[in-house]
C-alpha cells in the first residue's frame, strides 16, 4: 500500500497521507512519494490545486519516531547517530519545501489531531480548512528535540510570536477555534462537511486562469520568505540537541516509553 493515495479530477488533485493505522504520520516513504509523485503534478497547469487531508481519524501526527527508532533485529532501541537523525531531519524537510514552492494553490484539509512536522505540512499549506474537532499541537520538546524544519517561524508568521512560543514551549493543544481567531486557519467546519467545504474553495481556485494562479502562489512565497528573511537553519539546533545529555535522556526515555523496548546504546 502506498503512504500517499493521489485521485486527479477537474484540475484538483487530492492527496491523502495514507498511514492511517500510524495515524498518518510521515515516514521516509511519504516523503519519497511527495517529492517523487506529488511535486510533479505543479508542472504543466493540468493541476491547479492541491488538496492535502488524512485517511483516518487523524490528519497527521507528525513525523514517524518508529521511523528513526533504529529498531535492530533483537528487539532492543539502538540508539540514533547525530549524523543519522539530522540526515532524516533535512530529507523530510526538503520534501516539505519542495511541496511548498509548487505553483498551485496548496489547501489542507485537517481533521483530528495535527501534530509536529504535520503542523509544518498544514502550514506550507496557502489554505486550510478544519472541522471542529482538529487539534493542534507542536510536542517536539516532549521528544527532546527542537522544533525544526523551518517549522517554528513559518508558525510564528501566522500566529504572531507569543502563541508560538506557548505552543512550542509548553507543547500543549491548540484547537480548532483558537486556530481561526489566531489566523492561522481559513475556516472551521463540521467534520461531516469537511470534505464538501474543501472541495468548493478548491474548485473556485481551479477555475482559475493557469497564470493567475501561479503568480499569485508566486507573490504569496516571495511575501512569506521576506517575513522569514535571515532566519538561521535550525539544523544546527537539532544536532546539538542529540549531543546535548539532558535532550538525549528525554530522546531515549520517549523511545523507551514510546516502544516499551530497552534502549541499546552504541
Given at each position: 500500500?502506498?503512504?500517499?493515495?493521489?485521485?486527479?479530477?477537474?484540475?484538483?488533485?487530492?492527496?491523502t497521507?495514507?498511514?492511517p493505522d500510524?495515524?498518518?504520520a510521515?515516514n521516509?516513504?511519504?516523503?519519497?512519494?511527495l517529492?517523487?509523485?506529488?511535486?510533479?503534478?505543479?508542472?504543466?497547469?493540468?493541476v491547479r490545486?492541491?488538496v492535502?487531508?488524512?485517511?483516518?481519524?487523524?490528519f497527521c501526527?507528525?513525523?514517524?519516531?518508529g521511523d528513526?527508532?533504529?529498531v535492530?533485529?533483537?528487539?532492543?532501541?539502538?540508539a540514533v547517530?547525530?549524523?543519522e537523525?539530522?540526515?532524516?531531519?533535512?530529507?523530510?524537510?526538503?520534501?516539505?519545501?519542495?511541496?511548498?514552492?509548487?505553483?498551485?494553490?496548496?489547501v489542507?484539509?485537517?481533521?483530528?489531531?495535527?501534530?509536529?512536522a504535520?503542523?509544518?505540512l498544514?502550514?506550507?499549506?496557502?489554505?486550510r480548512?478544519?472541522?471542529?474537532?482538529a487539534?493542534?499541537?507542536?510536542p517536539?520538546?516532549?521528544?527532546?528535540?527542537?522544533?525544526?524544519?523551518?517549522?517554528?517561524?513559518?508558525?510564528?508568521r501566522?500566529?504572531g510570536?507569543?502563541?508560538?512560543?506557548?505552543?512550542?514551549?509548553?507543547?500543549?493543544?491548540m484547537g480548532?477555534?483558537e486556530?481561526?481567531e489566531g489566523?492561522?486557519?481559513?475556516s472551521?467546519?463540521?467534520?461531516?462537511?469537511?470534505?464538501?467545504?474543501?472541495?468548493e474553495?478548491?474548485?473556485?481556485?481551479?477555475?482559475r486562469?493557469?497564470f493567475?494562479?501561479r503568480?499569485?502562489?508566486?507573490?504569496?512565497?516571495?511575501?512569506?520568505?521576506?517575513?522569514?528573511?535571515?532566519?538561521r537553519?535550525?539544523l544546527?539546533s537539532?544536532?546539538?540537541?542529540?549531543?546535548d545529555?539532558?535532550?538525549?535522556?528525554v530522546?531515549?526515555?520517549?523511545?523507551?516509553?514510546?516502544?516499551?523496548?530497552?534502549?541499546?546504546?552504541?
Open positions: 500500500m502506498s503512504a500517499l493515495d493521489i485521485e486527479i479530477a477537474d484540475r484538483i488533485a487530492l492527496v497521507l495514507n498511514r500510524a495515524l498518518n510521515i521516509h516513504e511519504m516523503t519519497t512519494e517529492v517523487e509523485r506529488v511535486v510533479p503534478l505543479g508542472e504543466g497547469g493540468d490545486a492541491v492535502v487531508r488524512g485517511a483516518g481519524r487523524a501526527a507528525g513525523a514517524d519516531v528513526a527508532s533504529g535492530v533485529a533483537d528487539g532492543a532501541v539502538e547517530s547525530a549524523a537523525q539530522v540526515a532524516g531531519h533535512a530529507r523530510t524537510q526538503r520534501a516539505l519545501e519542495a511541496f511548498a514552492t509548487m505553483p498551485v494553490v496548496k489542507a484539509q485537517v481533521h483530528g489531531h495535527c501534530v509536529g504535520g503542523f509544518v498544514a502550514a506550507m499549506c496557502e489554505l480548512i478544519v472541522s471542529e474537532d487539534r493542534f499541537s507542536i517536539e520538546l516532549d521528544f527532546g528535540i527542537p522544533f525544526s524544519m523551518g517549522g517554528l517561524p513559518l508558525v510564528a501566522y500566529l510570536m507569543t502563541r508560538t512560543a506557548d505552543l512550542v514551549l509548553t507543547g500543549r493543544r480548532a477555534k486556530a481561526r489566523g492561522f486557519v481559513t472551521v467546519v463540521p467534520r461531516e462537511e469537511l470534505a464538501a467545504a474543501v472541495l474553495v478548491a474548485g473556485k481556485v481551479a477555475a486562469p493557469a493567475l494562479v503568480e499569485t502562489v508566486a507573490r504569496l512565497e516571495e511575501a512569506g520568505r521576506e517575513l522569514l528573511d535571515g532566519q537553519s535550525d544546527s537539532l544536532v546539538l540537541a542529540t549531543l545529555t539532558e535532550s538525549r535522556a530522546m531515549d526515555e520517549y523511545a523507551q516509553r514510546l516502544l516499551k523496548l530497552p534502549v541499546k546504546r552504541r
